[in-house]
């Protein structure tokens, strides 16, 4: 028994999956089991025209209606776009856009009217939209301090160096720290209707629920929790470079002011792509019986702040509203359209080609 | 017993001193004196004190050099070293692109993983070790005067050990004492070499005369001996006596750690190495270390990764570089500043970028690649061990995978070099015929015996064959068992039948006894020769009874006779008797010998340089007094210089007979010795001797028992003749024979009987000028031997000399000059038996068959189906070796030999340029048909496919492979093989279908193997299974080793040990199939798996300015191939069977897809490569396009992207799989849920944690989201459309995978049958 073992391990080595080490007595013959034996019941789909055939058909038709069906959906949306950069001197926003500056203290306006050509039923959204914003730089994107958004009191005093070098201004902590929220997008828009009989009819925009409930409730805060007094809470911190008023300033709401303030944290939430858009404003369905927005002339008056000519930026105002499946994009129907034709056809020409090639081979099987 | 040496004790004094000296010096042997003459075993003045105790460590670590040796070891994997330069990279703060703790995980993790199994590994040879070392054995203390109980560990170099029956040495030992008799001491070597038969070790010489028990504190001796050193046959040394006597040590006196002391009550010995220094761990060296065909390709391709890596970073920089150059000084808002509020050139960005890039595309080079390898072939080697059909019940062993690393390269050979005996034969050798003075006795009975055997066995396989269904089947069997048993009962089988009860049965039967099955012992004699046998024992015994010399008996009935002493006795057959299994029979007769004359005779024939002067007179004395105290018993002591000189002088003595019969017992009866012959069994080191043992035992000569220095014979009328065995000079491979040297207890000469192969004694028979019947006796031997061989029978001659006393004394002097030298020992003894081995005279020839083994000629057809080439190696003579070439189809009658034996370096060039020009001029006359040439180039892969009629040979003969077998001897290899001529004879070698070489030594085997290797670039394997094949089986990139009967050398060798030949079928084209296949396919989904899933990142990196940021979670990035895709291709790689094991054996012809590595080409890498990057464009642009101007934000989209890259791999997966069982289903599943459960997790963990990304919710909210399914039903089918529709459409002209290989070889098949 010893020697046995003592031989086992010298001449195995390492060969240390023969199992359990059975005694001498044992015979060493293998469990005759479907899984040692390699012989578990397996299903063996082979691919042959045959049984993809089926398959191609199938997804074909099921891909097909889906696509419609979304298109359809896609194209039920109603969606308004202007775009106020103020690039060409006709555009009402030219002056504004030259005489720019992070820190220019005065103000500058500029009115772009519209005119929706369909009523808008249900909740319209109104988003801003940047282009060729590089919000997803890997640089940019790391530049926050998540802890002090949360409101912790030792981030707010002492920003982590990832807010570098967005952390400290002339000594003092930045509140909030970091390169997104330094960039934050600070151009103010205010919609009015024009009654057909002239006056101007400011609409009402919702600046509450436009970020997640989880960022605003959850992963921001201000610090010292729901203390009214935000002035006293943010005691011994500046405001961002480009900002022009303090975090505390934001809003008046107190329940939408400081690191809560939603326009805020719908900035934080950094973009997927160069160009975005981020919600803005909702404009809420009064009753069922008026739509949220009528036919007619509409006036967007823009406080213009944000400066994007320096990287070639567009800015845009979007008017949407939305389905079951986001906002207006046809992509996806018409994805799935095509999807779902390329089955089929590809179905086809394999039907055909199994059909001329499929005969050879049986006759070849026939005459053995 | 050393008392007497103490008068000249200052003499020896000095000499021991002179010994001490030198030692320092040559420092080329090891000096051992006795632990009790010392206080401490450690003590200052302790020679062994340097020496390794008897404590064995295997393990690799201690607690404390675990990870640093761990690491180190580890970082000798270049791919380990380049994962963490990446990882340390990720702390430098400006090229950073995850966080650096998380950047370590991946490395860590499989650092640990292998750091683990190294750790599991170490704990279980601790473990044993620890077993081991507390074993217990006796050990002499000095203090208690008595053998206390040791662990193992405590024993030291020079301590006086006790062992007793069954016991397992501790230590190699030197044996001093034993309680048998004869002084011997036996052993079971199984442990060491695998051979279950007994050896007989020795006591010393000088302690041989011990009438009490050993008393460790009169020894004194000093012993010197060679270093440690691996050689299990080998040891040399002398022990020097206080007297100054120096006595040589054999081999045949040491004991070896590890062996069992088997039928010895006690023994005692010296330790001479302990520990790590035995020969038994010198001998163990740990697994073998190959890199495979797969992984050399497969490390090309990782080269090719790490270079498109390179390329994409570099692009990467280039376009981060441009994107910063467009805004000139424009700073734009979104590009940071570094840290220190620096501005960073576009250049310098650039080149920072790039290192970062490295991070994060770090994924393509697949990190857990390696790991995943070794994981899948330890499940393959797993499950080849558990394969059922590979299990032998006879001998009760599976196949052994020593090498944990190539199971792939199974499925990759080309070549396949083959031993003969004992690989592609049983072993088993079974004697037939023999011619004896040249007259030949046929034994026709025996062959008719055995035809008759061979029918009943195939109708009784008939029988069960017929039988029909399964229920049935059980009855008949048992029925058929029942008749076997029956049957062997009565005449005693034979096992070729296939039956296993009865296999099982002679494997109980030869339990105890290697080599003996019931067909070796069955032999019927031939009537002739038995009575010619009969008739010449009764005339001796006539003769002796009135003393008239032997030589006046006819000279044909005396080489009858002289024929089966030799068979008897020319051997190193060890006799025991059944019923005590390890019980040696044993039976002394006193010879009774005068010793006036000894002193004439030591002073004429002693070497002076082993006893000089005033010693000889006194150990002379000694030996007088001795053997006149204890009945001369020293006389049968070992063939050693004074005891053979005595036994020597013994002149002539009037009434030399009668002595030596003295105590024959009174039972003459034939019957009653019949009885008890029965009982006796033989243990031969080399099965042919067993057969001429046994076989002579059918003459009435049997063996009834061996000492070191006396034979028993009985013989028919005689009764019992011991013959005194003055040497045995061993068999060896270059003598190709074996001597012993007797005194004949008849005629009292000293004869040399000789039994050896015909081509080595042929040459040494006497001229012959010495008389007309020695001529013709030779010439019609010749004959016959020619004709057994043509019969595929093993030949050996039987050749006997005697030697007048002052030839023997003249050799003798040399002999012993050369036994007891140290240095050149073997080559001194190699010519003293060259000297003594001449002018022989031939006796007679016996013909053995070695039996072909199991399936060994289905094997070779079907492994030739496979495109296999076979090339058999043996040892053996021409035509044996074609013989057996034919019998196991490795030859085809029809096909034409070509048959090359040169004699010299010209000629043998002469040969081979003979033959290239016949084989040109046969390719010409096949390649004009130009039809066949068509149809060889579009079935290549089948052109080695044997035609079945010789009509279509010409449609069917490849224009590689033509239909002809190359046969070369061992003197033409050896022209051959020279540099000069290698290619020729390659050239010609590769051209035919098969290629035998004959008389072929173990070197040029190897040489061959080496040859065909490295020239034609091809995989080879090696099978064999005895000591010859070692080195041949270590060239070949796959050595497989039978663990059959010639000990375990090939089987420690190999990389994977068979119990049998035909075993090789399964192994190579099932499992070596499998392994390919699947480790092939797993590795181009890994390349595939990680290029797709790093070429969304690039992608991306467009959308982003280049600026190396990423869309998937880091977390994602960095476990996605550790964790999320992990398992099923896993499952897959170990599981996967592109085709079931019945079709491959049925259809050995899928096995060229492993041979043209169909399922790994470079161009497959590339097609993965291409097919990865678009399935990545698909599984980026669609979320693009599905997010595009939206408000989506960073990880919101990258999660879906994840999710869509991980369900279009395992989709891909499923493409790929052709055998779904439950684990795949469970495998695939199980990834799904896992990231789905990681990723939730992970996203409700922390809302402020895991910057930059933060991902608080994500995945919450997007499964929320209808869009999420959208994609994800979408994306994998866009993604694997093509890929999907490509296969389809590849497969569909051809049929599709398993139908393609099912019905392809059908209509090859077909093909010769419409011919006809």
């Known amino acids: ?368 | 017993m050393a008392r007497e040496g103490e008068d000249p004790g200052m003499a020896k004094a000095s000499k021991v001193k002179r010994q001490r000296k030198k030692k320092p010096k040559e420092n080329k042997t090891r000096t051992v004196h006795a632990n009790i003459l010392y206080d401490n075993a450690k003590g200052e003045e302790n020679p062994n004190r340097n020496y390794a105790n008897n404590k064995i460590k295997t393990t690799k670590y201690t607690v404390l050099s675990f990870l640093p040796k761990n690491l180190f070891e580890q970082f000798h994997r270049f791919a380990n070293v380049y994962f963490v330069f990446i990882a340390l990279l990720n702390f430098v703060p400006v090229v950073n692109a995850f966080q650096p703790e998380l950047a370590l995980a991946p490395v860590v993790f499989i650092l640990s993983v292998t750091a683990i199994k190294d750790l599991w590994e170490d704990y279980r040879r601790h473990r044993s070790d620890q077993e081991i070392n507390h074993m217990d054995c006796l050990v002499y203390s000095r203090a208690e005067r008595r053998y206390v109980e040791r662990y193992w560990k405590e024993v030291r170099v020079g301590d006086f050990i006790r062992l007793r029956c069954n016991e397992i040495l501790p230590a190699d030992v030197l044996l001093l004492s034993s309680s048998d008799p004869d002084r011997l001491c036996h052993i079971e070597t199984a442990t060491l070499d695998g051979e279950t038969n007994l050896k007989q070790r020795q006591v010393v010489r000088s302690f041989f005369d011990l009438d009490c028990d050993f008393d460790p504190l009169k020894y004194n001796g000093i012993i010197e001996c060679e270093k440690p050193n691996n050689d299990l046959n080998r040891f040399r040394g002398y022990i020097i006596h206080q007297s100054g006597r120096r006595d040589a040590l054999y081999k045949e006196n040491l004991l070896l750690r590890g062996c069992t002391i088997r039928n010895t009550e006690e023994a005692v010995g010296i330790v001479i190495y302990a520990g790590h220094e035995t020969k038994a761990m010198l001998n163990n060296n740990g697994p073998r270390y190959k890199r495979s065909k797969l992984e050399r390709q497969m490390n090309v391709h990782v080269f090719w990764c790490v270079i498109i890596l390179l390329v994409m970073c570099l692009f990467a920089a280039v376009g981060h570089g441009l994107w910063m150059f467009q805004y000139g000084d424009k700073r734009p808002v979104f590009d940071v500043l570094s840290p220190e509020g620096t501005d960073l050139s576009p250049i310098m960005s650039a080149i920072y970028l790039f290192l970062t890039m490295i991070i994060v595309f770090q994924v393509l080079i697949p990190i857990s690649l390696f790991v995943s390898i070794e994981i899948v072939k330890i499940c393959q080697v797993y499950f080849i061990h558990q394969d059922m059909d590979l299990y032998d019940e006879e001998t009760d062993s599976h196949l052994q995978c020593r090498a944990l690393n190539i199971t792939e390269d199974l499925g990759q050979m080309q070549y396949i070099f083959s031993d003969k005996t004992g690989t592609l034969t049983e072993n088993k050798m079974v004697f037939r015929r023999c011619t004896v003075a040249g007259v030949e006795y046929s034994h026709d009975a025996n062959a008719r015996r055995l035809a008759m055997y061979q029918e009943m066995d195939s109708e009784e396989e008939d029988c069960t064959s017929h039988s029909g269904t399964l229920p049935r089947r059980d009855s008949v069997t048992s029925h058929q068992s029942a008749r076997v048993v029956l049957r062997s009962q009565s005449t005693k089988s034979h096992r070729r039948t296939g039956s296993r009860a009865e296999a099982k049965r002679a494997s109980i039967l030869s339990k105890h006894t290697a080599f003996s099955s019931p067909m070796e012992k069955d032999i019927t004699p031939d009537p002739q020769l038995l009575d010619k046998v009969n008739e010449c024992s009764s005339q001796m015994d006539f003769m002796r009874f009135h003393s008239q010399p032997m030589s006046q008996l006819p000279s044909d009935l005396a080489d009858i006779i002289d024929f089966f002493i030799a068979l008897t006795i020319c051997n190193t057959v060890v006799v025991s008797s059944p019923n005590q299994p390890r019980q040696k029979v044993r039976m002394r007769f006193e010879l009774k010998s005068p010793v006036k004359t000894i002193e004439d005779f030591i002073k004429r024939f002693t070497p002076s340089r082993l006893t000089s002067g005033s010693n000889s007179s006194s150990s002379s004395s000694l030996i007088t007094n001795r053997s006149s105290n204890r009945g001369c018993s020293s006389l049968l002591s070992s063939p050693s210089a004074e005891s053979t000189l005595t036994k020597l002088d013994e002149e002539q003595p009037p009434r030399g007979l009668e002595h030596s019969f003295g105590p024959v017992p009174p039972c003459y009866n034939g019957k009653a010795w019949n009885l008890e012959d029965g009982e006796l069994r033989y243990e031969a080191e080399s099965p042919d001797e067993a057969a001429l043992v046994y076989a002579a035992r059918a003459y009435k000569c049997s063996l009834v028992g061996r000492l070191p220095d006396q034979v028993t014979v009985e013989l028919p009328h005689l009764g019992k003749l011991s013959f005194e065995l003055l040497h045995t000079l061993g068999f060896d491979s270059t003598r190709k024979r074996m001597s012993v040297v007797v005194r004949h207890p008849l005629t009292d000469q000293i004869t040399v009987y000789t039994k050896g192969a015909d081509s080595a004694i042929m040459d040494l028979i006497k001229p012959p000028d010495t008389g007309k019947r020695q001529i013709k006796i030779v010439s019609r031997t010749q004959n016959y031997l020619n004709l057994y061989a043509a019969d595929g029978l093993r030949t050996l001659c039987i050749a006997k000399k005697i030697l007048s006393k002052e030839q023997y004394a003249c050799w003798l002097q040399h002999h012993l000059q050369a036994e007891t030298a140290i240095q050149g020992r073997e080559e001194l003894l190699f010519d003293s038996a060259l000297r003594l081995e001449t002018n022989l005279q031939l006796l007679g020839a016996t013909g053995i068959e070695d039996r072909l083994q199991d399936g060994v000629p289905e094997t070779i057809a079907s492994l030739r189906m496979a495109g296999l080439q076979i090339w058999v190696l043996t040892g053996d003579k021409q035509e044996t070796a074609v013989n057996i070439a034919y019998a196991c189809k490795l030859l085809d009658p029809e096909e034409e030999i070509l048959t090359l034996n040169a004699d010299s370096q010209e000629a043998c060039a002469l040969l081979l340029e003979e033959s290239l020009h016949y084989i040109q001029a046969k390719f010409l006359c096949s390649s004009t048909d130009q039809a066949a040439k068509a149809f060889h180039s579009n079935f290549a892969p089948f052109e080695i496919y044997p035609s079945s009629s010789p009509s279509s040979s010409s449609h069917t003969t490849p224009f590689t492979v033509l239909r002809l077998g190359l046969v070369i001897d061992g003197r033409t290899l050896a022209y051959a093989l020279d540099k000069s001529l290698e290619d020729k004879f390659l050239a010609v070698a590769r051209s035919c279908r098969s290629v035998l070489c004959c008389r072929s030594t173990p070197l040029q085997k190897s040489m061959v193997v080496k040859l065909v290797r490295n020239k034609l670039k091809v995989m080879t394997l090696a099978i064999g299974d005895g000591a010859n094949d070692v080195s041949m089986i270590q060239v070949a990139d796959v050595g497989v080793g039978i663990s059959g009967q010639e000990g375990m050398q090939a089987v420690m060798a190999s990389d994977f040990a068979l119990p049998r030949f035909r075993y090789l079928q399964k192994l190579l084209l099932v499992h070596g199939h499998w392994c390919y296949s699947r480790l092939a396919n797993m590795i181009l989904y890994f390349f595939y798996k990680n290029a797709m899933f790093v070429a969304l990142i690039f992608w991306y990196q467009f959308y982003c300015g280049f600026s190396g940021s990423a869309m998937i979670d880091q977390w994602y990035l960095i476990f996605f191939n550790l964790m999320f895709s992990a398992f099923p291709q896993l499952i897959t790689g170990t599981l996967d069977k592109d085709v079931s094991a019945e079709t491959l054996q049925q259809l050995p012809q899928l096995y060229v897809n492993g041979q043209n590595s169909e399922e790994y080409k470079p161009y497959m890498f590339w097609m993965n490569m291409i097919d990865a990057f678009y399935q990545s464009l698909v599984c980026f642009f669609i979320p693009y396009f599905a997010y595009a101007d939206s408000d989506v934000d960073l990880f919101t989209w990258g999660t879906p992207i994840t999710t869509l890259a991980l369900f279009t791999i395992l989709v891909h997966l499923g493409i790929e799989t052709k055998t779904w069982t439950w684990m795949n289903w469970l495998s695939i599943a199980f990834s799904t849920a896992l990231f789905f459960t990681v990723a939730l997790c992970y996203n409700a963990s922390c809302p402020t944690c895991y910057t930059p990304s933060n991902p608080y919710w994500t995945m919450q909210r997007l499964l929320q989201d209808p869009l999420f399914y959208l994609l994800c039903v979408i994306t994998p089918v866009a993604a694997l459309l093509l890929n999907l529709f490509f296969k389809v459409l590849v497969q569909v002209p051809f049929s599709s995978g398993g139908q393609m290989k099912l019905r392809e070889p059908v209509s090859l098949f077909s093909e010769p049958t419409r011919w006809r």
């Open chain 1, 1 to 368: 028994m010893m020697a046995s073992s003592y031989n086992a391990k010298d001449e195995d080595g390492h060969i240390t999956v023969s199992g359990p080490g059975g005694g001498t007595l044992r015979s060493k013959k293998p469990e005759n089991t479907a899984f040692k034996q390699q012989r578990l019941p397996a299903w063996q789909p082979i691919l042959t025209a045959g049984t993809v055939l089926p398959a191609f058909f199938i997804i074909g038709l099921l891909f097909i209606p889906i696509g419609i069906g979304l298109f359809v959906t896609s194209n039920n949306i109603k969606e308004f776009e202007v775009d106020y950069t103020g690039v060409d001197m006709s555009s009402p926003c030219f002056n504004c856009s030259q005489n720019f500056s992070w820190n220019s203290t005065k103000p500058c306006t500029c009115t772009i009217p519209f005119y929706l050509d369909q009523p808008y039923e249900s909740n319209v959204y109104v988003y801003y939209g940047l282009s060729n914003f590089y919000q997803n730089h890997r640089r940019y994107v790391k530049s926050r301090d998540d802890s002090q958004l949360n409101g912790d009191v030792n981030s707010l005093m002492s920003p982590s160096k990832e807010c570098e070098p967005y952390a400290f201004h002339e000594n003092k902590p930045i509140a909030p720290c970091g390169a997104i929220a330094n960039s934050m997008f600070n151009d103010t828009l205010e919609l009015f209707y024009n009654d057909p009989n002239g006056t101007r009819i400011p609409i009402p925009l919702n600046t509450t629920g436009i970020a997640w409930w989880t960022d605003k409730h959850v992963k921001f805060g201000n610090p010292g929790g729901n203390n009214p007094n935000l002035t006293a809470a943010f005691q011994g911190t500046t405001k961002p470079v480009n900002w022009r008023r303090p975090v505390y300033e934001l809003d008046a709401d107190p329940g939408n002011n400081g690191f809560i303030n939603e326009d805020f944290i719908v900035w934080m939430r950094t973009a997927a792509l160069p160009t975005f858009r981020k919600l803005y404003r909702i404009i809420n369905k009064k009753s069922s019986m008026v739509p949220t927005l009528p036919r007619g002339n509409y006036t967007l008056e823009v406080v213009y702040n944000y400066p994007v000519r320096s990287f070639e930026g567009r800015k845009r105002v979007i008017l949407s509203t939305i389905s079951w499946m986001g906002g207006k994009n046809p992509f996806l129907g018409i994805a799935y359209i095509t999807v779902g034709s390329v089955c089929f056809f590809l179905g086809v020409v394999l039907l055909i080609i199994h059909h001329k090639c499929g005969n050879r081979n049986n006759s070849a099987d026939i005459s053995n």
